[in-house]
């Protein structure tokens, strides 16, 4: 999967939301995992769903478009795609981690 640019969300006890742009459009990916860690997000020992947020009129409503664990596709491209946010913001991530835990 494309990713132009990440933005982490959210920092959960159990997760993280991070804000995806593909260069068309935004999606959410959220990891989650009891006690997340740094370590947890390089290993891809995390459950992961990407979301896409279809915009109607005047709403909008949540897509789900992967999922870890459905698919072997679905996996190897949520791999790619952590690969990829790691790339991108993994220093944020860690340090926002370490922050939260302290």
């Known amino acids: 999967m494309k990713v132009v640019s990440a933005e982490l969300k959210a920092i959960r006890?159990?997760?993280i939301d991070l804000k995806i742009h593909n260069g068309l459009m935004s999606m959410l990916?959220?990891?989650d995992k009891e006690n997340i860690t740094y370590d947890d997000i390089l290993k891809q020992d995390v459950h992961t769903k990407v979301i896409l947020l279809t915009r109607k009129c005047c709403s909008c409503?949540?897509?789900l478009i992967l999922e870890s664990g459905v698919k072997k596709e679905d996996d190897d491209e949520i791999n790619e795609l952590i690969n990829r946010i790691i790339e991108l913001i993994g220093n944020d991530?860690?340090?926002q981690l370490k922050n939260?835990?302290?």
Do not use: H, K, Q
């Open 13 to 15: 006890y159990n997760g």
């Open 29 to 31: 990916v959220s990891m």
């Open 61 to 63: 409503s949540p897509t």
């Open 93 to 95: 991530i860690e340090e």
């Open 100 to 102: 939260e835990r302290l």
